[in-house]
């Protein structure tokens, strides 16, 4: 599975992005689809998860509320919606795959795409 993120920019705190992630392969309406996030001299984190059967999701808990994860097995793609954005949301994103339930463990990501900056104005 080869992923392409993108739909990163600059946006004023308060305002929305959608990312989007699109996955080459034929196999990929059988992953989860994760997001991660990198902020500059930081860890990467989790963000957000959609499981491929059941389409359950799985949310970091500074993004409940703000974000929402979706996918579309038609065009094999996930999105992620981010709206009230803060500061503290600015990184690079990137979008993963793996084929166990929506695991928020980074290291259970089999597949990696490259990042999506997005930075967040105060």
């Known amino acids: 599975v080869q992923l392409q993120a993108s739909g990163g920019g600059l946006v004023q705190a308060g305002g929305s992005l959608r990312l989007s992630c699109a996955a080459s392969?034929?196999?990929?309406?059988?992953?989860?689809m994760g997001w991660f996030r990198q902020a500059p001299g930081r860890e990467r984190e989790f963000v957000a998860a959609?499981?491929?059967?059941?389409?359950?999701?799985n949310y970091a808990d500074s993004v409940k509320g703000r974000f929402t994860i979706s996918r579309d097995n038609a065009k094999n793609s996930v999105y992620l919606q981010m709206n009230s954005l803060k500061s503290e949301d600015t990184a690079v994103y990137l979008c993963?795959?793996?084929?166990?339930?929506?695991?928020?463990?980074?290291?259970?990501?089999?597949?990696w795409g490259q990042g999506t900056e997005v930075t967040v104005s105060s």
């Open positions: 993963a795959a793996t084929k166990l339930r929506t695991t928020a463990a980074r290291a259970q990501y089999d597949y």
């Open positions: 392969g034929r196999t990929f309406s059988t992953y989860t």
């Open positions: 959609v499981s491929w059967s059941d389409g359950r999701t």
